[in-house]
């Protein structure tokens, strides 16, 4: 992870520098140094203040997203994890391009695409769809759900008459498990499940190679979970699909993701495969994380208590934004912000004390 030598406070202005190039691999999404910054001063009359004689222009932030550098690779699963307000969810809708970022790059297979305009964006919207979190505000309650299921398609192919269109439409209603009659039916009219199944219909309507998936099990039973899950991986396997995961949940995360970052105050901590991180976690933010999974075979399980509260996005630490919680801190992480590592075995983590042997 590549961050500015010293977390922006609330200034005065703030200067965006240009992101670094990288080597191409076979990523299909490549995220480099993506910062977002919400503004708190409001519209430019509020962010003038009277102060010694002179009149000066006052900007505070919340730094939602500090540095992030993601890869995720063709045809895997990339679960980013973390606890509430850690970034997660602006991650995801900075790359559908729902919010702009503030500094750095996306890149979609080689091109960039975060500074495109809304008509130039139009082919990879196509190729990029988005699951959202919860299922009983993402479907018009104003459209029946074949009309749901035909708006995608009637705008990304104009040309198609409404005889292909219904027979895309109950095609794909089929693949999720739901019955072609319900085509009638009003959002309303379905459990969170079944209205969970449709929007993943709705996503999978244009034949996509890339979905972001936002917390999509989250709002739903326990009991009803497991199916949607299972029917996003049969959907991975059937179509090739490339998953961006946002979710809290680490049981989901060990089941469904191929690798995994772990996110932290807008930071990304450390990013391994799946096994890897449950076997073997570098970070101590990662190891308290794990520690707190509930283990039927665990007879004393060894909980790692964190002191003290998550720091506020508006005026972040200096260094790593964890050495006020981190039991193994010392002069060095209060001062220096730790960059992402990789170790032998392919882990990336960015912690001083992993870096200097001391964990």
């Keep these: 992870m590549s961050l500015e030598a010293t977390h922006a406070e609330p200034t005065e202005n703030v200067i965006a520098s240009d992101a670094p190039n990288s080597a191409r691999g076979d990523a299909l999404l490549e995220i480099r140094d993506l910062k977002k910054r919400f503004s708190l001063s409001g519209d430019f009359l509020d962010q003038l203040r009277f102060k010694k004689g002179r009149i000066t222009r006052h900007q505070e932030h919340v730094h939602a997203i500090n540095g992030v550098n993601l890869d995720i690779q063709r045809g895997e699963a990339l679960c980013v994890v973390g606890e509430s307000g850690c970034g997660k969810s602006t991650v995801a809708r900075t790359v559908m391009g729902l919010l702009s970022p503030s500094e750095g790059e996306i890149r979609y297979d080689g091109q960039r695409i975060d500074d495109l305009s809304a008509r130039k964006l139009l082919p990879y919207r196509k190729r990029m769809q988005m699951i959202f979190q919860n299922p009983y505000a993402s479907l018009n309650p104003r459209m029946t759900i074949q009309q749901t299921l035909e708006e995608p398609l009637r705008f990304h192919h104009p040309e198609w008459d409404r005889a292909k269109v219904a027979d895309k439409v109950e095609t794909v209603m089929r693949s999720v498990g739901i019955d072609p009659d319900w085509g009638k039916r009003f959002g309303h009219e379905f459990s969170g499940g079944q209205r969970q199944r449709i929007a993943i219909a709705r996503a999978l309507a244009v034949d996509p190679e890339f979905i972001v998936a936002d917390e999509p099990i989250s709002a739903l039973d326990v009991s009803i979970q497991a199916q949607v899950l299972n029917l996003l991986m049969d959907a991975q396997r059937?179509?090739?699909?490339?998953?961006?995961?946002?979710?809290?949940?680490?049981?989901?995360?060990?089941?469904?993701?191929?690798?995994?970052?772990?996110?932290?105050?807008?930071?990304?901590?450390?990013?391994?495969?799946?096994?890897?991180?449950?076997?073997?976690?570098?970070?101590?933010?990662?190891?308290?994380?794990?520690?707190?999974?509930?283990?039927?075979?665990?007879?004393?399980?060894?909980?790692?208590?964190?002191?003290?509260e998550v720091p506020t996005p508006v005026n972040l630490p200096s260094g790593c934004v964890f050495h006020g919680r981190c039991p193994h801190a010392n002069a060095r992480c209060k001062a220096e912000i730790p960059l992402l590592q990789t170790q032998p075995d392919g882990t990336r983590v960015a912690c001083h004390g992993v870096e200097e042997g001391r964990l």
Excluded: W
Excluded at 241 to 255: G, K, R
């Design 238 to 308: 059937e179509r090739n699909l490339t998953y961006l995961f946002i979710t809290h949940d680490l049981a989901v995360v060990e089941h469904f993701g191929t690798r995994v970052a772990v996110m932290y105050l807008g930071t990304v901590c450390e990013i391994a495969t799946t096994a890897t991180l449950f076997d073997k976690p570098r970070h101590p933010y990662t190891q308290a994380l794990l520690s707190a999974i509930p283990r039927l075979k665990d007879d004393r399980p060894q909980h790692i208590r964190l002191s003290g």
